[in-house]
């Protein structure tokens, strides 16, 4: 069975329990009417009737849907299992994951100043409205996971015309697997090979639109054929310098070489742009310390405040 709305709720002061209504209105900001609106990531927040039973057990009393202050109260999905960014579809509304839990208001909360606990920190989740229109209870629920779309780009002229088979760009989409694995996050990943070509570099880089990320291997250096990072800087709208410099220096130190990488990071667009060495070594010990940043760096780039 598909997932589905069971109940719709308003609340006029914050910190107070939401009321059932017949149907709500969402609009630019939010619920329309609702204390929590505004033009924030937190514009509509969501609690599971699996997580709302549960509570009531351990309340030991019977829980009117709204209590835990959300807007809207499901069936049929682990909401808290959810990833931000993934998408809800409710009839033609469609909502976008933005947080996870929240810090819990602990006496400002009437549930906890009853009970002395609460799900919806732990296990609510918030959205912000990406199409607007109406919900009501009895709508279903069409859950749409956040799949990251990768490009990663080995620059070879040896390699791309056949003379050897690339082992950077693998590695990096290796490594890149485990991390995006390790964190529970889907990817779909492009890998191509292109000559050290100014022009096919930047007709690569011409059409980023739904490209979250872009790594490219090799190019990176000072020789004659080193152009990566001479076509992709000028492209970025906003730079990252301290990811290459962090990097440049922690390898530096034991191997001076390391120092003379030019590699780049930043955004183009929607985009985020890393420009990795050729070698296989090299590609393991950046994204060792990219990944570090990758999911706070996705987070921002979309506008959302989350710091844990």
Not at 1 to 8: K, L
Not at 100 to 121: F, L, R, S, T
Not at 133 to 143: E, Q, S
Not at 224 to 242: A, F, N, Q, S, Y
């Amino acid at each position: 069975m598909e997932p589905v709305v069971v109940s719709v709720n308003i609340s006029e002061r914050k910190g107070t329990i939401k009321v059932p209504v017949s149907e709500i209105e969402l609009n630019e900001t939010g619920v329309k009417g609702d204390a929590h609106s505004g033009k924030w990531h937190r514009q509509v927040s969501l609690l599971g009737t699996e997580s709302f039973n549960k509570f009531s057990e351990q309340a030991g009393r019977s829980l009117a849907y709204g209590e835990f202050a959300e807007n809207i109260t499901t069936s049929g999905i682990i909401l808290y299992q959810t990833r931000p960014l993934d998408r809800f579809l409710i009839g033609e509304v469609e909502l976008e994951v933005t947080q996870i839990g929240k810090h819990c208001h602990g006496d400002g909360c009437a549930i906890y100043k009853e009970v002395g606990n609460c799900v919806m920190p732990k296990e609510g989740i918030f959205c912000r409205v990406i199409r607007q229109g109406t919900v009501k209870a009895g709508d279903t629920l069409k859950y749409i996971p956040r799949i990251f779309k990768i490009k990663v780009i080995t620059l070879s002229d040896r390699a791309s015309s056949g003379e050897y088979s690339d082992r950077s760009g693998p590695a990096a989409v290796n490594i890149l697997n485990d991390y995006f694995t390790s964190i529970q996050w889907k990817i779909d990943v492009e890998r191509i090979v292109i000559s050290d070509d100014v022009d096919l570099l930047q007709q690569t880089m011409s059409d980023l639109k739904g490209i979250d990320m872009v790594f490219t291997t090799g190019g990176t250096g000072i020789g004659p054929r080193d152009i990566t990072v001479d076509v992709i800087e000028p492209m970025l709208d906003k730079k990252i310098p301290g990811i290459m410099e962090m990097i440049r220096t922690r390898y530096g130190a034991d191997k001076p070489a390391a120092l003379l990488s030019r590699g780049v990071a930043g955004v183009i667009g929607n985009t985020l742009v890393y420009t990795l060495p050729g070698s296989v070594k090299a590609v393991e010990e950046y994204l060792t310390e990219i990944n570090k940043t990758l999911k706070h760096s996705i987070y921002m780039l979309h506008g959302l405040d989350i710091h844990k």
